[in-house]
């Protein structure tokens, strides 16, 4: 008979596995050895008697006993994890992830927010990654780039991604005409990505299979190569929402009159739970609502 039970650790690595059914991908994920994972695993075998899983050559694989177990600890953790959360934050605290490449669009609005309900206390975190694992991360909501695996998430669309070429307003030379991609021969291209796949996606559209400039600059960010577009130093591809702002001041212009829905949007997102704080309910409604006035003013910069 079992007397004790297995530490709180334990049950989360076993979890963790049970998600990913790989040592080296739930390792990743706890920040630990896979070594260290196996051999947790091992002994949360041993002191429960029976197996959890089953080792294959391509992965790992939930026995019987390990499916039964998994939805009640998953759940049970998730409990105590809120609960944890509940009791040490002050009233109305928010935790929020969000990418880096979306901050520029969600921190105004978060500190309006704030202006606008000092009761609130929120605190945005900006995080290279595009998603959000809700298992490992100690987040109330998140705001995701891409399609968001939606098992156990409510998901609330904000906006999609519009891709444009986007400068400052001296840095292509005036014309009598709308310009075109071969204007920008002589120009340096800011690339967000190293496979350059937004510009090339933007000149496929625009009816040009290759970069009409050699002269480019690379970052690891969309909000890298933006800033380095509002510093003068080349033409990027922005987001009209994200740059939205930017735009109405005039900080930055779009020249070129062809913008491309690249198939990739930004949502926000958070676990499903029986009684939604009301905090939580006040964010979800102020961001879709500035979501909706910003699709609704971007129209007008698409030519």
Excluded at 120 to 127: G, N, Q, R, V
Excluded at 152 to 176: G, K, M, S
Excluded at 217 to 235: E, K, R, W
Excluded at 275 to 289: C, E, F, K, M, R
Aim: with cysteine; hydrophobic share 45%.
């Amino acid at each position: 008979m079992q007397t004790s039970l297995p530490s709180l650790d334990v049950l989360k690595t076993f979890v963790v596995v049970a998600q990913r059914l790989n040592f080296t991908h739930a390792a990743q994920a706890l920040h630990l050895t896979q070594g260290a994972v196996s051999r947790q695993i091992l002994g949360l075998e041993q002191q429960l008697g029976y197996p959890l899983f089953s080792r294959r050559a391509r992965g790992l694989v939930l026995t019987a006993q390990g499916a039964l177990l998994l939805a009640p600890v998953q759940q049970a953790l998730e409990q105590l994890d809120e609960a944890l959360m509940r009791a040490g934050a002050q009233p109305g605290t928010l935790r929020i992830k969000c990418p880096t490449c979306a901050m520029r669009w969600v921190l105004p609005r978060i500190i309006r927010l704030q202006n606008e309900r000092p009761e609130m206390h929120i605190e945005l975190t900006a995080s290279v990654s595009h998603g959000v694992d809700f298992s490992t991360e100690h987040f109330d909501a998140a705001v995701v780039f891409g399609e968001p695996q939606r098992k156990r998430l409510v998901v609330q669309h904000l906006f999609d991604e519009i891709l444009t070429p986007v400068c400052t307003p001296t840095y292509l030379p005036a014309l009598n005409r709308p310009p075109i991609p071969t204007d920008l021969v002589d120009k340096t291209l800011l690339h967000p990505t190293r496979d350059r796949r937004d510009w090339l996606l933007w000149l496929k559209v625009a009816g040009h299979e290759t970069l009409p400039s050699t002269k480019a600059q690379h970052f690891d960010t969309l909000d890298l190569a933006t800033s380095a577009a509002l510093q003068g130093f080349g033409i990027a591809i922005g987001d009209l929402c994200l740059l939205e702002e930017d735009i109405q001041a005039n900080r930055i212009v779009t020249p070129f009159p062809l913008s491309v829905c690249s198939g990739a949007a930004y949502y926000l997102v958070y676990p499903e739970r029986a009684v939604v704080p009301a905090a939580l309910t006040v964010l979800v409604d102020w961001l879709g609502a500035e979501a909706q006035a910003s699709r609704a003013r971007v129209e007008k910069y698409r030519w």
